[in-house]
């Protein structure tokens, strides 16, 4: 079971290129990818964006892709430099007889000769997805030992639920016990016996009404299944959430048919509200 919070970074390199890759992942309802990198670098920000959705399912990350060339690249053709400026001083000073500084034209010419940006070749691209890849391994990695500090604290909490039924189910009997005893007190002072219809009539209604064998039953097949989902590897988060809101959907309905049980309820849409919290950070 994996987290959708962490981080990883990567490094790589090749004979003329340096990469470095960080990704950050935070909680999200899918999978959407975030890539900041220099602008020559588009060509290839939609394959790095495959990379990472091939190996994560959910999650909202920020990718920051930054490399650094091995070679000296001048920042400018010079031979371009040399016929800009001679081409700007014979227009200003021969032709328009304008008084323009060296410095001015200089500025000029540089701007007009900047090379044009990098080209994304193949070893540079190979560099870079190494590196992409790199940061995935430690960012999974990260995703996986928060998804087991997950893990434990829903055990935990399965279990405490599992603790709390126990005790709805000593406690049902108890309280319908009382339930029997008051029906047949207020039979007695009518002078009807044990054995009359409308006596027999009115504790089957209230059993029947204060049933929640169901509800108990379906709550411990919930338990059951959560149980198992957290032992799987990938895409169990959503299915967590719907466990969760099933259970409370049952407890409730158990609450509204005993109140007086409303101690342990209470306790349990507790632990079942912190489970639905803990599950939307789950991939």
Do not use: C
């Not at 340096?18 to 999200?28: D, P, Q």
């Not at 053709?77 to 021969?94: A, F, H, I, P």
């Not at 590196?131 to 928060?146: C, G, V």
């Not at 338990?223 to 959503?238: I, N, S």
């Amino acid at each position: 079971m994996l987290s959708m919070t962490g981080f990883g970074k990567g490094e790589a390199e090749s004979e003329n290129w340096k990469a470095s890759v960080m990704i950050r992942s935070l909680n999200g309802k899918g999978l959407d990818v975030s890539l900041r990198a220099p602008t020559f670098l588009m060509p290839i920000e939609q394959k790095a964006k495959e990379v990472i959705k091939s190996r994560l399912r959910r999650g909202t990350l920020h990718v920051v892709v930054d490399v650094e060339s091995k070679r000296v690249i001048p920042p400018v053709d010079t031979e371009k430099l040399k016929g800009n400026v001679s081409m700007l001083q014979e227009l200003s000073r021969n032709e328009l007889g304008l008084s323009v500084s060296d410095d001015l034209i200089f500025e000029l010419g540089w701007k007009y000769s900047e090379k044009m940006t990098v080209e994304v070749d193949e070893e540079l691209e190979d560099t870079i997805l190494n590196a992409i890849t790199k940061a995935l391994e430690e960012l999974i990695e990260s995703r996986r030992r928060e998804g087991e500090a997950l893990k434990g604290d829903f055990l935990n909490r399965v279990e405490r639920i599992r603790e709390l039924l126990s005790k709805i189910e000593e406690e049902k009997d108890k309280i319908i016990d009382k339930v029997k005893e008051k029906v047949l007190e207020r039979a007695k002072r009518l002078e009807l016996p044990e054995e009359h219809p409308t006596v027999l009539n009115e504790i089957m209604f209230l059993l029947e009404k204060m049933d929640v064998e169901e509800e108990v039953t379906r709550l411990r097949t919930h338990l059951q299944r959560f149980r198992k989902l957290l032992d799987e590897d990938r895409d169990v988060g959503k299915k967590l959430e719907f466990l969760a809101q099933e259970m409370h959907r049952e407890i409730t309905t158990l609450g509204n048919k005993i109140p007086d049980l409303s101690e342990y309820v209470v306790e349990i849409k507790a632990e079942i509200d912190r489970i639905k919290q803990q599950a939307a950070n789950v991939e």
